[in-house]
T-cell receptor, first 112, second 116 residues
Framework: SQQGEEDPQALSIQEGENATMNCSYKTSINNLQWYRQNSGRGLVHLILIRSNEREKHSGRLRVTLDTSKKSSSLLITASRAADTASYFCATVRGGGADGLTFGKGTHLIIQP | GAVVSQHPSWVICKSGTSVKIECRSLDFQATTMFWYRQFPKQSLMLMATSNEGSKATYEQGVEKDKFLINHASLTLSTLTVTSAHPEDSSFYIC????????????FGPGTRLTVL
């Protein structure tokens, strides 16, 4: 079953604006990850936030995690056309070497 | 960084034929590899977990006799779609971890399968 649920499903903004995507999940997690996928391509790992962390930054990316609400957000600041892609949150079900459960994704379009 | 390759990147086949997809970790040994399937405009769904030297673990609803997985070495896992049908047309992506918790999975570029 789908664990993560992103919203919005699609987002179109102007270049230079900030883009915020949200993700909710249902079960306890050890960490939550965000990935980017360009059309028809593989996945690129963006950032991982552990369950005991509340916020994490990486370049123009800012991720927050609220375990009490079982939700996370990904903020991309000063968006660029190259940021156009689909973004997925993903969680690991167990504590060991387990597969990822992906959310439905947000398709982000940055208009020049 | 860790690199995972897949071969082929795309394949078109006739209904009823079998197709083999390879997933290789190029610069690390992958104790565990995962196979995902992604239908157009949808998310990725985990199909199975592949551990070197042991039988794969399949997710609920995934037919193990149809999707044969072999993890013969620490750098290679193969997915064979047997007797492929048009509904098997999808984007198949593998990932690999070096060991321990699946904190960071390294994804291959994917294989697009089209069954006519």
């Amino acid at each position: 079953s789908q664990q993560g649920e992103e919203d919005p499903q699609a987002l179109s903004i102007q270049e230079g604006e900030n883009a915020t995507m949200n993700c909710s999940y249902k079960t306890s997690i050890n960490n939550l990850q965000w990935y980017r996928q360009n059309s028809g391509r593989g996945l690129v790992h963006l950032i991982l936030i552990r369950s005991n962390e509340r916020e994490k930054h990486s370049g123009r990316l800012r991720v927050t995690l609220d375990t009490s609400k079982k939700s996370s957000s990904l903020l991309i600041t000063a968006s660029r056309a190259a940021d156009t892609a689909s973004y997925f949150c993903a969680t690991v079900r167990g504590g060991g070497a387990d597969g990822l459960t992906f959310g439905k994704g947000t398709h982000l379009i940055i208009q020049p | 960084g860790a690199v995972v390759s897949q071969h082929p990147s795309w394949v078109i086949c006739k209904s009823g034929t079998s197709v083999k997809i390879e997933c290789r970790s190029l610069d690390f040994q992958a104790t565990t590899m995962f196979w995902y399937r992604q239908f157009p405009k949808q998310s990725l769904m985990l199909m199975a977990t592949s551990n070197e030297g042991s039988k794969a673990t399949y997710e609920q609803g995934v037919e193990k006799d149809k999707f044969l997985i072999n993890h013969a070495s620490l750098t290679l896992s193969t997915l064979t779609v047997t007797s492929a049908h048009p509904e098997d047309s999808s984007f198949y992506i593998c990932s690999a971890i070096a060991g321990g918790p699946a904190d960071t999975q390294y994804f291959g570029p994917g294989t697009r399968l089209t069954v006519l």
